[in-house]
C-alpha cells in the first residue's frame, strides 16, 4: 500500500474527506470499508421488478441550509425537486405531518385559525409552561400539547427508541417543525432534493480520481488482511468512521445504538400510499413507518413499472454487537461514556475520528459532509499537506 491517508468506512464522511484530500494535497488515498459496497447507510440500488430506487438502509433525504454544503455536493450531482413530505395514519384516519394547521382542525375537527390554534396548544401545553424542557417528553408537550404528543409521538417515539422518552434528549424532538398553517413541508431547509441519478452515482462520482483506491469487504480489526488497525495506526494518517468503541475494543463498555429491521411487501398495483413515507404512530401496529420508494422519484414514472410497487416496513430494536447501528440512544449515561471514549482517542496518533458511528451522533447527510470539510479544513490538511 502506497497511501498517504487511510479511510476506515465508506459514507459520506470518509468519501468527502478522500475528495478533499485528493484534491487539495494531491494524497493518495486508500479507503477500505467492510461491506461490499460504497456510501455507509446513504447507498441505495435499483430495484428491476419495479424500477423503484431502494435506500438498502431506509429512507435518505437530503436537505440542507448550508451554502458550502450545497455547492460541494452539487459538484457531483444534480437534484431533483422532490420536496419530502410525511403522512401519518392514526385511529385509522390519514394525518399530515409535520404536526401543522391541517393535523391540528383535522385532529379536533375544528377550523381553527393559526391563531386560536396557538392558543389552543398552548393551553394544552400549559402544564409545562414556562418549564425548561430537557428532555423528548416534555419538549414534545410543550411544542404540541398533550393530545396531540400522545396521538403522533408517545408511542412512535416508543416503538422507535423503546427507551422512556423522559430520558431521551430533546434534540431529537426538534428534529421536527410544528406549524400554526397549512405548509406540510417536512423539513425548514433552504435546499432539498434528491440525487437525480441516485445515491450510489453521486457517491461514485465523489471518488473517481485515480488517486483514491477503494477496498470493499475487509475489516480493519481483521488482522488476517493487511489493512487492518495494528498494521497502519501510527504508520500513515487515518480517518476512521467506524464505531468508536469497537475502535478501543468495547473497554470502557457499549454505547447503545437503534437497528433497524426492514420487511418488504410487494403490491400488483402502480402506487400503494401515494406517498413515499406513511408514518404509524399507534402502539397497535408494530412498524414505525412504511417507505414507498418509487415515490420518492415521481420524474422517473417512465422508467417505472406503472403496475407494481414495493414498499419497506421499518421496524426498530436495540443493536447488538453484530447488527448495523443506525441511531444513537443518546442518554445521558450514553453521552457520559461517549465523553469518556473521547479521552481515549487523544491518546490515539494520527486518527481522526469521524462521522455518525465514530462520533456517536444523530447526523443528518448534510451534516455529516459538513463536519467533514470542516474536519478537513482544521485538523486533515495541515497533517498531509507537503
Ligand atoms: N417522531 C414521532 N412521530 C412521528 C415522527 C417522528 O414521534 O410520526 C419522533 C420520534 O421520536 C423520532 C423523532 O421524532 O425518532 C425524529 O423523527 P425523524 O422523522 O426526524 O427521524 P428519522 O427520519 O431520522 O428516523
Known amino acids: ?108 375537527r375544528a377550523h381553527y385559525t393559526p391563531k386560536e390554534a396557538q392558543a389552543l396548544i398552548a393551553e394544552q401545553a400549559g402544564e409545562l409552561a414556562g418549564v425548561e424542557a430537557k428532555n423528548l417528553n416534555d419538549k414534545g408537550i410543550q411544542l404540541v400539547g398533550r393530545p396531540l404528543y400522545e396521538a403522533f409521538f408517545k408511542y412512535y417515539t416508543g416503538k422507535q427508541w423503546q427507551t422512556d422518552p423522559a430520558d431521551l434528549p430533546a434534540s431529537i424532538i426538534n428534529r421536527l417543525p410544528v406549524r400554526f398553517n397549512y405548509d406540510n413541508r417536512y423539513f425548514k431547509d433552504k435546499y432539498e432534493g434528491l440525487p437525480t441519478d441516485g445515491y450510489t452515482a453521486w457517491m461514485e462520482r465523489m471518488i473517481d480520481d485515480p488517486k483514491i483506491h477503494v477496498t470493499l469487504g475487509v475489516d480493519f480489526f481483521d488482522e488476517s488482511q493487511p489493512l487492518n ?89 436495540s443493536a447488538g454487537r453484530d447488527d448495523e447501528p443506525y441511531y444513537p440512544v443518546n442518554t445521558q449515561d450514553d453521552r457520559d461514556l461517549y465523553q469518556q471514549y473521547k479521552q481515549l482517542e487523544d491518546k490515539e496518533p494520527g486518527v481522526i475520528f469521524g462521522g455518525r458511528l465514530g462520533t456517536y451522533a444523530y447526523y443528518d447527510m448534510h451534516q455529516v459532509i459538513n463536519s467533514a470539510l470542516t474536519a478537513y479544513d482544521k485538523r486533515i490538511h495541515p497533517l498531509i499537506a507537503k
Open 1 to 108: 500500500m502506497n497511501a498517504d491517508l487511510v479511510v476506515v468506512g465508506a459514507g459520506l464522511f470518509g468519501l468527502t474527506v478522500a475528495q478533499q484530500a485528493a484534491e487539495r494535497a494531491g494524497a493518495r488515498v486508500e479507503i477500505i470499508d467492510i461491506r461490499p459496497h460504497i456510501g455507509g447507510n446513504a447507498y441505495s440500488r435499483m430495484d428491476e421488478e419495479t424500477g423503484a430506487e431502494i435506500h438498502q438502509y431506509g429512507a435518505h433525504l437530503f436537505h440542507t441550509s448550508n451554502e458550502r454544503v450545497w455547492e460541494y455536493v452539487n459538484r457531483f450531482t444534480s437534484f431533483t425537486n422532490y420536496v419530502h413530505r410525511v403522512y401519518s395514519t392514526h385511529a385509522d384516519e390519514v394525518f399530515p405531518l409535520p404536526v401543522n394547521l391541517g393535523t391540528i382542525n383535522q385532529f379536533f
Open 229 to 317: 488497525k495494528a498494521a497502519l495506526v501510527g504508520k500513515v494518517p487515518i480517518i476512521y468512521t467506524g464505531p468508536v468503541d469497537r475502535y478501543f475494543d468495547y473497554a470502557l463498555g457499549e454505547l447503545k445504538w437503534r437497528t433497524v429491521d426492514f420487511e418488504e411487501v410487494r403490491y400488483e398495483e402502480g402506487d400503494h400510499y401515494g406517498c413515499p413515507v406513511m408514518n404509524y404512530p399507534d402502539a397497535d401496529v408494530p412498524y414505525t413507518r412504511a417507505i414507498e420508494f418509487k415515490n420518492f422519484n415521481p420524474e422517473r414514472r417512465e422508467q417505472q413499472n406503472p403496475d407494481k410497487t414495493v414498499v419497506w416496513r421499518e421496524y426498530s430494536r
